[in-house]
């Protein structure tokens, strides 16, 4: 059961969260006080009751309290309390598992394919997941097959059910993408002349900008959206080295942005991105300074990968990488014009969307209001995604993962010498098997309904699963509290968060 | 932080998250959605002024108010809202101040973004009306606005139309078992459609729930129970005077009839107080079919409408509406919301009494949704958006605008404003 949840900020006010009727509440110190107190009718017959005769009562933690005061409060206390305030809630059900026929329908209607163009790559970034200080197999410089990567599409392709509605997106990520132009130009005009007429696919390609001047003019001609991996300022985007000589990279790349938003200015500013890794070298000051002044965006901000790292170089990594090493005051900087790039205002809104009773998902969620009656389904544990609902990703040795962020452990499928293997039971297997590892520590965490956490990111494969983001009651008050502490300094964040972050971007 | 203690510190008051309130000029109405207490201030501008305070995000939803004054309306409006557990005082620094979590309903990415990728149209449907055939028969010329009042299966019509069967297939393919969304044939007679017998077979396939509109009375009775075997499917008969409740009587002695009953919908329309006494006995009469009556509006029974329709203040207070129906109408209109009409020339609209959203001979359903989404009038009508509603202090109790109102031009059903 999901208790309510009474916390304290620093400043000393008190709420109080009610998992029941998913609502946070300013409360008086009595009303926690009352919480904390055992449900034992006799104890509240005679002890409570009679605190209320007494002129004045001494509340632990809060000082004396006047009769009037006290009686007022417990009667509020109470009628919180008959309207369900103060109801545990069952937890989720995580049960849940994935059957065979998920598979099929998944890769029927995926949304994203990923091909991994090259493993070859121009940089030598320090932080790479190639680098020394992650497990992994040596770069090769594999190139993706292109029959192969053709078969798959040509797969997935004739599973479709065409929705005019639906978007295929083709993405081509590497290394770096460009050191295998070849394949993206051929999938691009097989794409041309072989799909059908009402299939809508749109590209996008991840780059760190090296060889851009070369091939914008491609991506322009077929609308790519372009994601370009950049730090922020010189000193941000050090560890992004050129491979050839180990100079830094940034001189060039900014050179060739520069170019790119000189000749195609609507093309810059309606599909140009900006892909920043955070670590030690940047800050959230540098970073919204570089992006908006320079180029009049915000990037979106990821943290640098830390599953996977060799125990030998652990703490190497940790201090040349972490951002434990900036000072905590960067967490809050600049809030407002990051906004919902800011992960401070992500995890803000993500919480009340699915805490607070206020935020819907669909219009039809208004319409048919989920009942207060117990939910009777079972869930998946963790947030990982239904294996290629929302992508799948072909790596350029022809595994087939579910995304391109997880270990090539973890591979569930491949493309190799012209012959497809996805075998949905073992792959529904392998996932179920897992989720059987990790359901009770997801029906203990409070949470759970804003989980952040895969599967294939909790050393599921070696042991127990850790979970980075798992929460007792007491690790969910710190969070609460935490996130108050802030909402208290920033008065107008609450409120710009509730009408600002949920609109369509 | 102490709550309604008199000391040096500045006393803010707050709502609490599950009060609602309205200002209106100077006149003020708070709403307690837990116990439903109603508290109304008329004429006070200090009193409104501290309500738009708690509504105000600059002020973090709190309102400074001054205990030490003799301000017999700020005690009386504090006494209110403790006593009804509304809202509280608490006192405090004023650089010190809390962060009040005051809710206001936000659908996410809503409207949806133009080029948004995934955009779907199952998100917004809920109901596709066809109106299969229409002819300028007597009930068509007699009720012919009742299709702009209320959902009934005709309206007036220079001659007879038709619309193909496979446009309806191929408008609703895309949606086959998809949850949530429910298919509406209609027509002045489906039994004549020429479409009629392929209809079965075919719908089928759609696995979509599906509910058949036919007046009564009806030449071919044993055409409507095969079209009731078809799948999920309901009918729904609709009874105007003076033909329809004799037709009815007949109806329901048919061995089908009595078989069917629980998917059988009977809608009465009356235009007067003495039909509404006429249908009455037929109600009583009636099995375990459901019965609906719409009054209709024929533009000379207004004063039928005020006595049986039009709402008073006190009707309107006891509505005591739930958090979650205020939030509802406040962002889209739920009579309205997700339902799409298209006559026989494919014409298509989100309501009848607005504009044309497209022509299902051009375009796919999903067309059509977009276009009531981002240019329509109908989905989104809430009370805020129209006069006098818009400006009254009951507007958060009101059900949603309805047909009639959008009909007569007259949304005021009340004798508030």
Redesign the interface.
Known sequence: MKAVIPFTTTSGHTYFYSPHNKQFLLSHPLINYFLSLSEDDNYWDTAINKDGQNHTVKIPGHGNVGRVEFQYYLRKFHFLKRHGFFKPVVRKNHEGIILPNRIEQNLSQTKQIIFETTEDCNLDCVYCTYSKFYFNKNRERNKIGTGDALMLLDLILSKRRVNPDQELAISFYGGEPFKNFNFIERIVNYIRDHKDSQLKVKYSLTTNGLLLRKYIGFLVENDFELAISLDGDEFANSFRILKTNRKPSFELVSRNIDMVRKKYPSYFDRRVIFLTVRHSRNTLKTIYEHFSSKYGKTPILSSITTTGVVNEFQEEFNETFLQSQLPASDNNCYVHELFTSHPFVSETAELFERYGNFIFRKPKQLLNPLKKQKDSRKYLPTATCSPFDLRLYMSADGGIYPCEHISRIFELGSVRGSKVDIDSKRITGTYNTYFGKIKKLCSQCYLSDTCKECIFNTGIEKGPPVCEFFMNKNKFTSYLTGIFNTLEKDQLLFARIRDEAFLAK | ?K???RNKHTQFL?L???TFSVVAGNDVLIYNS??HKVLEYTESPSIAEIIRKTED?????LAEIDLRSNHTELSSLLSDL?ES?SG?V?S?PPD??????????????????KD??????D??L?NIYFFLNQDNNTLCTDYRFAADQFFCPVYNSLGYKEMAFETVFNACS?YSGVS?IGIDLSGSDLTKYSGVNEMPGQLRKLSLPLTFHLPLPCDNPELVWKLLKTGNSRISFYITFPDGPSALKEIRKSPEFIKKQKKIDINFLIQSLEEYQLITELINEGGREKTFIFPYFNGRNTGFFKENVFLARNDILNLKPT??QI??RS??N?HL??KIFIKPNGEAYANLNHDTIGNISHG?I?DLVRNELYNGQSWNLTRIKVKPCGDCLYRLFCPPIGNYELFMKRFNFCDVL
């Open positions: 932080m709550h309604s203690s707050y609490e998250p599950y837990l116990n995000a600059g002020g973090g939803f403790r557990f509280d608490v405090l010190n101040k809390p962060s009040v979590v005051r809710p206001k309903p936000v659908i996410k990415n809503y409207p949806p973004s948004f990728p995934s955009f779907s149209a998100d917004y809920r895309p949530g958090q979650q939030y509802s962002l889209i739920e919301f997700g796919s999903s």
